[in-house]
């Protein structure tokens, strides 16, 4: 991939991620501290905990600036345009999504990096597109949203699954990564519009808790 | 002690952890991808906690893929047999604490591989043994349930003590580990069979929060 | 500064974060072990998730056991004169506050030491000074206390940019650290006095969650 198209996308994706995060802190009436924090960890959590997990420290975003720049622009647009941010919503939908495409693949490519098995590389892809979300909800005291009902790490695991089938292949490592990018992509997509999510569970007259 | 035996004991330890985890996320209705990462994190949690804070880094599962498969397997089995489960009831119980047991003195070995104090040792041999469970209870937004009312970790606490007393003596240190591993499991089994708990702190007619 | 000072306010501040652990965890009805637990992370969190952050490992207080024993032993004194401890209130909240200054400190020269950026660095002092309380409020169930309402995540901000401020100045490096310590604990003390906080983002009628 081309390297100014992943350095686009990586900073669409951490706006709608600190914005999503900016969202949700707001809803739970959080104070500006808190509500960038929120966005902070939404924005970085995934990148942070995998970079925790493979020992490759100091963490990413200590040495970029780049990602707090970002944030704190995320943050003070949300707060100014805090009404406003209905009129976005496609457009930050698409961000996220391309967003975690662009990390499910970007977390791949650092495990290959330090030899690790395909299978733990899939993990580690999904688990860098999703945990900012999942930090965001333990620190807003929300059960995971992601573990209740959506189409969301689902398609990282197929994306990231597809990688590692096409480079069996004699095809270039770009293109491979490229395509299974647009796989989640669609996927979430797909799920999103058409409301799929996997087959519950539960009948309907089980109760809760 | 024996390596096979303590990979037997690990296996068992690792599938009654995840299956724990499967019946802690199905109470709370989660869909399938949610149920297998409580698992996932129920079963590695401690030892990746451990793993992290001692800088022992890509954390232990990464390098072995037994943990995924046996993970994997356990929450299938868990969601084909659900309701057959609580006839398992016992033989869980029994391999989570034996395994509990011999992931005490599991941690403790990593403590003392590194140096590190006693004290430090027995914490970190009871963060193995306990912090799965912590950290499902933390992402099923409950607070953590050794936290409230069990003899659980006080158990690794007694039987981590009691390997450091021994070592003073001229004895074997396999038999030192496996008799501190047995002291663990039987004050739980103990506490459990004589509904046996650490006095509470609290009147009856004290307040809640 | 003094290092007998830091020593000395170091070993105050440590009291005072655990036996606010104590107080929060009593009110959730935990047992012994919960509360113990619960002081522990108050007291080490936010330099343990620093630690961890920046890949220095085995964390600080794996290495000093005088952080164990001064836990244990106001957990010990929380509980035996449980109380009493509001005649304490005052004094504590004074060794919090002065704890808060140090921390802050002692982050940003961490974050100094390994070479990161100034902002960075207000980041990991702000980190090391507020997390403790973080972490022990997601143990506890509740929305993390420092996101809602209190200028005390503030105060560590303000003053570890005054360090930066200062140290553009020909100025002794131990008396910029020492300034900005009290700036960050003026800050503290005056929002509470005068029961200041950041102004409001939501209008009295604007519905919670």
Redesign the interface.
Known sequence: MNSLFIYIIDILGVISFAISGVLT???????????Y??AFVTATGGG?LRD????N???G???N?TY?YLITGSVIFS?MFHKRLSYLRTSLFLFDTIGIGLYTMIGIQKGIE?G??P??CV??GTMTATFGG?IRD???????V????EIY??ACIVGGGAYFAFIQFPINQKIALLISGIIVITIRLFAVKFKL??P???RES?P??
Chains 1, 2, 3 share one sequence.
């Open positions: 802190a707001r809803s739970k009436r959080m104070d500006v501290f808190g509500i924090i929120i942070t925790i997990l493979i020992g420290t100091p963490v975003w200590m040495n600036l707090v707060l330090i690790l098995h299978v733990i993990f580690i999942v333990i620190l807003c005291n929300e059960i995971p992601i573990f209740r009902k790490a689902t999510s996997i519950s569970l539960y089980e809760t808790e």
